[in-house]
T-cell receptor, first 116, second 113 residues
Framework: AQSVTQLDSHVSVSEGTPVLLRCNYS??????LFWYVQHPNKGLQLLLKYTSAATLVKGINGFEAEFKKSETSFHLTKPSAHMSDAAEYFCVVSDPDSGGYNKLIFGAGTRLAVHP | NAGVTQTPKFRVLKTGQSMTLLCAQDMNHEYMYWYRQDPGMGLRLIHYSVGEGTTAKGEVPDGYNVSRLKKQNFLLGLESAAPSQTSVYFC????????????FGSGTRLTVV
């Protein structure tokens, strides 16, 4: 089965500084990977996805992630944090079941705080 | 607006009571899911459905039942609520089975006392 590990449960940055949220995955093949964001008391929104095309994936709101097979990593970055980026971020891997159906497996989440 | 609607948004139950959470989507998606979210554990899949009339177990199905009698609705039932089922429940739907294209509802906060 596939799995993801988010290496930091909390990250705190100052507004205007870079953001790095780390994610490692475990997969027996080339997986589909995603980052989702959850703002307080809201549902989840897709930030970006990697599906074996370009290894550098650009998402919404200036976020991007790089798939590195050799490091089994899919870290999320943003050059300059904004106050509105404060939220919880989930790294997600697609896991096929015995019937070929792909389920989403979520990491534990990283809470990003942005300070003025 | 098109999307996924969950009802109710909040509920407090006593141990042993039953309830049903309703999820409705108007995007004609084939696939629907119920997740629970607990602190420090991300979202865990309870049950899912790959089409009308079908359901399947996810990671944490015990204590829950589901039904998908109509394509647009996916119901999650708790027959005898337990404090361990205190959680935030999210419904989602998707158009593909490739793991992308998910639309999530805004969640139901359930407390079992």
């Amino acid at each position: 089965a596939q799995s993801v590990t988010q290496l930091d449960s909390h990250v705190s940055v100052s507004e205007g500084t870079p953001v790095l949220l780390r994610c490692n995955y475990s997969s027996s093949y080339s997986p589909s990977l995603f980052w989702y964001v959850q703002h307080p008391n809201k549902g989840l929104q897709l930030l970006l996805k990697y599906t074996s095309a370009a290894t550098l994936v650009k998402g919404i709101n200036g976020f991007e992630a790089e798939f590195k097979k050799s490091e089994t990593s899919f870290h999320l970055t943003k050059p300059s944090a904004h106050m509105s980026d404060a939220a919880e971020y989930f790294c997600v891997v697609s896991d096929p079941d015995s019937g070929g159906y792909n389920k989403l497996i979520f990491g534990a989440g990283t809470r990003l705080a942005v300070h003025p | 607006n098109a999307g996924v609607t969950q009802t109710p948004k909040f509920r407090v139950l006593k141990t042993g009571q039953s309830m049903t959470l309703l999820c409705a989507q108007d995007m004609n998606h084939e696939y629907m899911y119920w997740y629970r979210q607990d602190p420090g554990m991300g979202l865990r899949l309870i049950h899912y459905s790959v089409g009308e009339g079908t359901t399947a177990k996810g990671e944490v199905p015990d204590g829950y039942n589901v039904s998908r009698l109509k394509k647009q609705n996916f119901l999650l039932g708790l027959e005898s609520a337990a404090p361990s089922q205190t959680s935030v429940y999210f419904c989602a739907s998707s158009y593909s089975n490739q793991g992308d294209g998910y639309t999530f509802g805004s969640g139901t906060r359930l407390t079992v006392v």
